[in-house]
């Protein structure tokens, strides 16, 4: 078929009056199916299984002997530190183990920082106004609700396929205001772009104005690879370690997608300095994480080769559904109204259709009683200033649900293209 | 023997030779012990052994249908509030249920306090200048240590029988800078101590000059009765809402000391003002703290009564060790050196000996292998005016080495007064 943009009105009338005609047949199978969330389906989730029934009568100690049913170790239990320094290529003094949640690391960071400051603060960032913060987009929402949440002004720098458009990056980050950026350097949300070396460089090496810039590095899909033929991260602090500026960034991840959403281990690492300024709030803040479930998850996997053999199982069970949107999205190609990218990890697959068209996509979509994820949750504010970036999860339906889904997405885009164009 | 004071010179010079003696037998014996935590040791521990074996292969979903190992429900599975409520006797409505620690979710709440108010608050309170907080003496150090992080001047009021001071408490809760209170108001820390119905009544509808003012009701020990014979508390709840002051209330209570440290559930449960005023806040730092774990407390107990069963099965563990550390605080009996308190359930013993040897006795116990919490600890910044309080903790030492640590505790109260009077 012909690009779009080269159809004759007439032409365009044609082939709108046979999408409508697709329109009313799916309109009439009432389907009701969510692309929106990004959450493992049941499928997914049965694989950690043996988590539910591990049994730790006669092994609630630590290879030291500590009893972990009691208070104490408020920083993660060693072998779990050891464990997470393996698998995520970190070191293991850098390691902070916390709760269930990456995400709420990443909120209470945020919280000291603007109670107490961090290390390299002047004051506590509540007592300075006119904050901002650099928000690479398309991205995760909930990033962006925290930083919003805290008042800070957020300055959307566009996500390519190497990473943050860096020269912006460099020019906010000279603002002394600008106290941060918030990264998914891995198969990132949504777009499943990996940071290259040089963006990783030049993150570390850039000149901040503020002497307490901060990196949130949520590497949240860090081990996520559908297969071997991965993309590869460079370790951000080994880099930053050359530059002796290890102190700029705050690492997440956790095993939410590993094993179970909200059933998992967090962990944060951080240098010396900033682990030093940390700890008495830590301290404050609680005695202790959940250790007994940082032990279910080491008795689990038992090494990290097991770790990795149940990645790739993992991967395996999404790339199919990755493959099946893909086919439908195959649909779209060279007809000028659609990109989308073609992750070998993570979680999401970002479509861009014709600008101007995503909340008209939605619109369709939904009225065909598929629900898609909000349009312009990937961007600050929930705004997406060319109404064009789409969010597709495909995890969590089945292989018929998401085929179904997938098709009736893509009618939408041509729909709402035509529309655009105009009928 | 008679009151020490009653000692004639002479007799105290003999009386303190005799004890030296002992003291040099106490020496030989090169003990290790230590009273100072209040952690439960692995008897006690083993009670909720079932725990660490529960089997949720076939009940991972809540009674909705709910798939507990996925994302979702950010406040705490219905059947777990439910379950709350019936124990501690609150509404299921009021509750929010947390991760694993009930001091995490004071700390949330009081850094959420400074960034963005609570409900009632006219502006954040870190946009505020000299902030009060009244901390109830002797009292739990970590309480203490979150608001002196934070940066509030503590603000010291006795604790009695009935609970504190009231008329002191009133006078400073008129001030608009003092925000609030913490208590404990069950078998309090370290003191064993509960608030009669009329103090509870005189705190919710005290005056207080912040219209934002918080009493911090850490319900810690709600259901630590050693036995049917117990201490009642009025549900603070229910006396607020009759005087319209329940926004005054943020509650508190966990599993920790019922199931494992660590390794439990906590809750929180405030008015609907409040709960309204936190959720944004809530939803930003998560999105669900772990529900396989409260699934797997509610599979372990099953049912209220069942906890109730476990918690007296509990009870009369400790009730044991208290035995013991009462046994030897006898000996001190009709000396004028020492008063102790005597609780009906909870984890601590708060001895008040002879004013201004408190660090002594700490000493003297050191010098023979005893660790006893650290003098002043239960004040605010680790200061005790009187130099008279000492906790003991009875729950982690065996009875045998338990029996030791407090004839040596005895020993050291003994000589540390004698010295005082002088020798």
Redesign the interface.
Known sequence: MKRFNELSPCERRKVYSELSASYEEYKAKGLSLDLS?G??N?TQ?DI??G???V???DS?KTREGF??????IVDGLPEMKEFFADVMGLRKEDIMVG???S??LM??SL??A???GVYGSER?W??EKGLKWICVAPGYD?HF??TE??GFEMLTVKMGKDGPDMDEVERLARDPKVKGIWCIPKYSNPTGYTYSDEVVERLVTMQCGAPDFRIMWDNAYAIHDFSEDADELVDIFTVARKHGTEDRVFYYSSTSKVT????GVALMAASENNRRQIA??L???????????QLRHLRFFNSPENLRAHMLTLGSVIKKKFDIAFASLNSLRGLGIAEWTEPRGGYFISIDAMPGTAKRVFELASSLGVVLTAVGATFPYGIDPDDSNLRLAPTYPTDEELSLACEVLVLSIKMAALEKLGI
């Open positions: 969330r959450k493992p049941g989730l950690s299984n988590l539910l029934t049994d730790l009568t609630y009893d972990c049913r009691n208070y104490g709760g269930n949640s995400l709420q909120f209470d919280m000291r603007m109670v107490f506590p509540s007592q909930r609700r925290i949440k805290l179970y959403p909200g059933g008495p709030y301290g404050a803040q609680t005695i202790g994480y959940d250790k007994i479930n």
